[in-house]
């Protein structure tokens, strides 16, 4: 195994889910739990040994767990969510983090931190200023994390920093140049081809919904898995927001 995944299975409620910079869509409750266990299920056999929080479903985002915390190390960052609907979610992940041996500290008022805002390259922590996330909450995970150089980063019309760029396993970024400016970044054929979620060594998990991205990362030498995402997509939400991966 190559750890474990924080998940949470989605609840009846998911369609109530916030969205911001997209049109809302019809979801379909019992296709996206279908498609939630496709998508855990391929993470186990990527290495990733499940790790449930507890069900929340009064709370339509709450399957969307990477926003409730970020994992550096054995350190578990609780967030608060730049919704305020949303902070209710912390509590939980929370729970299940401790539960796994993990010390936990927490972003703290005035603060706002989405996890969705966090990309972890190496020492590196690019963190999106967004309408979730404020520059106090930036601040606050700077003095958490005095190992690391944390890297604020101004984006446009996306939700969280990882709605428009990861990393591949080489270190690459790979993104969308209209809604963030990094350097050398390698850019997708499709918008959520912007989107992975790194399983180990040259093994990547991707939404099906990027199928030219995943052939391009294929001639590159990656191993891609695709999953199909489409009623979380619905909500703003990809791959990445799904997990946490906490290295064992």
């Excluded at 924080?6 to 369609?15: C, D, N, Q, T």
Aim: hydrophobic share 40%; glycine share 10%; with cysteine.
């Amino acid at each position: 195994m190559s750890g474990i995944a924080l998940v949470r299975k989605p609840g009846p409620r998911i369609a109530e889910g916030i969205v911001t910079h997209i049109e809302r869509e019809p979801v379909d409750y019992e296709r996206a739990a279908v498609q939630h266990d496709a998508y855990v299920a391929a993470l186990a056999a990527g290495g990733w040994r499940p790790a449930y929080a507890k069900p929340a479903d009064d709370l339509p985002d709450a399957p969307f767990v990477e926003d409730a915390v970020l994992v550096a190390g054995r350190l578990a960052v609780l967030t608060r969510p730049g919704a305020a609907e949303r902070r209710p979610e912390v509590e939980s992940v929370a729970q299940a983090v401790r539960e796994l041996g993990m010390k936990t500290v927490s972003i703290a008022p005035p603060g706002t931190l989405d996890g969705g805002d966090v990309l972890q390259v190496g020492p590196t922590v690019y963190v999106g200023r967004s309408t979730r996330t404020n520059d106090a909450g930036i601040g606050q995970l700077t003095a958490l994390l005095p190992e690391r150089r944390v890297v604020p980063v101004n984006m446009t019309g996306v939700l969280h920093l990882k709605s428009a760029v990861t990393v591949l396993p080489d270190g690459t970024l790979i993104g969308d140049p209209r809604h963030v400016d990094l350097p050398h970044m390698l850019e997708p054929p499709e918008e959520s081809g912007a989107h992975v979620v790194l399983l180990g060594g040259d093994r990547v998990l991707m939404a099906a919904s990027a199928p030219q991205t995943a052939a391009m990362l294929e001639r590159r030498g990656l191993s891609v898995t695709k999953v199909d995402i489409s009623e979380f997509e619905k909500l703003e939400g990809c791959v990445t927001c799904l997990s946490v991966l906490i290295d064992g």
